[in-house]
């Protein structure tokens, strides 16, 4: 199976600053990477799929990038409700879909 | 609307069954290809089974293989998960997904994109 790591696994940030959170793939996956945020007794949404394409209704203060095995989530300019746990997905080897452990973003 | 809506969660003992039910309204449910995907109390999220777009073909995680079973009633709109012989480690909050795609520059890319509100599983004695 593809393993994804995340980094960091938490962080805390201020409204307004620019955040990046990480994901490796343990083998290349080209493009095939997607990123979901959940808040606390939400189910999870998903922010950007195809590693960089925005899903619709979702901020363009978010962005991805990457490719390969190194990819990249944005948030261009922090806003308060964007606290919650951050995950990636690999939708290479479907249907065995693997996620990161999750990234927890807390609001300083 | 279009929403999933799962049920069947509970307490049950170890080595017993439960089956859950993801109602789902608002598209066509046939037509597309649907997971089961859980997280543990405080933990990340892990996809444990999927039945195919065709309907014809099911997956399952090694940590689930032999133990639950997808399936689905088209006519009823819901995809059902039977789980038997649970373990304490299948505790967890049980959510059923849509698998949507999207096509970029001509390659096609899945990703869930409607989720339920999940179904907790507690095992224990």
């Known amino acids: 199976d593809i393993q994804m790591t995340q980094s960091p696994s938490s962080l805390s940030a201020s409204v307004g600053d620019r955040v990046t959170i990480t994901c490796r793939a343990s083998q290349t996956i080209g493009s095939f990477l997607n990123w979901y945020q959940q808040k606390p007794g939400k189910a999870p949404k998903v922010l950007i799929y195809a590693a960089s394409s925005l899903q619709s209704g979702v901020p363009s203060r978010f962005s991805g990038s990457g490719s390969g095995t190194d990819f990249t989530l944005t948030i261009s300019s922090l806003h308060p409700e964007d606290f919650g746990t951050y995950y990636c997905q690999q939708s290479y080897s479907i249907p065995r879909y693997t996620f990161g452990q999750g990234t927890k973003l807390d609001i300083k | 609307e279009v929403q999933l809506l799962e049920s069947g969660g509970g307490l049950v003992q170890p080595g017993g069954s439960l089956r859950l039910s993801c109602a789902a309204s608002?598209?066509?449910?046939?037509?597309?290809?649907m997971s089961w995907v859980r997280q543990a109390p405080g933990r990340g999220l892990e996809w444990i089974s999927s039945?195919?777009?065709?309907?014809?073909?099911?997956y399952y995680a090694d940590s689930v293989k032999g133990r639950f079973t997808i399936s689905r009633d088209v006519s009823k709109n819901t995809l059902f998960l039977q789980m038997n012989s649970l373990r304490a480690d299948d505790t967890a909050l049980y959510y059923c997904?849509?698998?949507?795609?999207?096509?970029?520059?001509?390659?096609?890319?899945?990703?869930?994109?409607?989720w339920g509100r999940g179904t907790l599983v507690t095992v224990s004695s």
């Open positions: 997904a849509k698998e949507g795609d999207m096509y970029t520059n001509y390659v096609r890319y899945w990703y869930f994109d409607l």
């Open positions: 039945f195919s777009e065709s309907g014809s073909i099911t």
């Open positions: 608002g598209f066509t449910f046939g037509s597309y290809a």
